[in-house]
């Protein structure tokens, strides 16, 4: 996801030139590394060029323009994080402009990063599938659901789950079929039976 960085009523004045020679965009504060980056998207045909310093996370814009010409290009400006939990501090972005005589004063702008709870993710064997088809034989021992060796639960954003719920649909020889687990792990097991089973697994209070 792209932010834009400068908002649409951004302007740029030169009492002492009718021109533009060049501006300076300058991630200041990164937290998250390569991660995250400034960058030009949607940009009008213009004479401007733009460059990208990857190890300054800098944008030179150059090229003799009026200051509206300069505006409408840094509207094109983004910031964007990549990462999977971002660090939270702001972020400062600071905008110098030039008329080849004198750099204005800096300005800034501070980026706000709104983390998103990011939800659990569950894969069933090595292959990281998160649909597969299991047999169970008539009469013969049960068929395990995942792959005991190679299956994982993972978050990103937290340590430590709340609960796990296993569903059995489509249940056709009622008061016949169940799912079968080790009572032994450190999880109280709430059973519902409705239209399907389902299983609540929560960890005891000393397992959390």
Do not use: C
Not at 64 to 85: C, F, K, M, V
Not at 126 to 150: C, K
């Amino acid at each position: 996801l792209n932010v834009p960085v400068f908002t649409s009523d951004i302007t740029i004045t030169d009492s002492d030139s009718e021109y533009i020679t060049m501006a300076t965009i300058t991630l200041v504060t990164r937290p998250d590394g390569s991660m995250e980056r400034i960058l030009t998207t949607n940009i009008a045909e213009t004479v401007l060029l733009g460059s990208y310093d990857s190890f300054t996370s800098t944008i030179t814009i150059s090229g003799l323009g009026t200051p509206g010409e300069y505006t409408s290009y840094l509207q094109g400006i983004h910031y964007r994080n990549s990462a999977d939990e971002p660090d939270p501090a702001n972020r400062v972005i600071r905008l110098v402009v030039s008329d080849n005589v004198t750099e204005s004063s800096p300005v800034e702008v501070s980026v706000t990063i709104q983390l998103v709870n990011d939800p659990p993710l569950i894969y069933l064997d090595s292959n990281q599938r998160r649909n597969i088809s299991v047999t169970f034989t008539e009469e013969g021992s049960p068929a395990s659901i995942v792959n005991t060796l190679s299956s994982s639960v993972t978050d990103v954003d937290s340590d430590t789950l709340v609960y796990m719920e296993v569903t059995l649909l489509y249940i056709q020889d009622v008061g016949l079929e169940s799912i079968l687990y080790d009572s032994s792990l450190p999880f109280d097991v709430v059973v519902m039976e409705m239209t399907e089973l389902v299983y609540r697994f929560i960890p005891t209070p000393s397992t959390l």
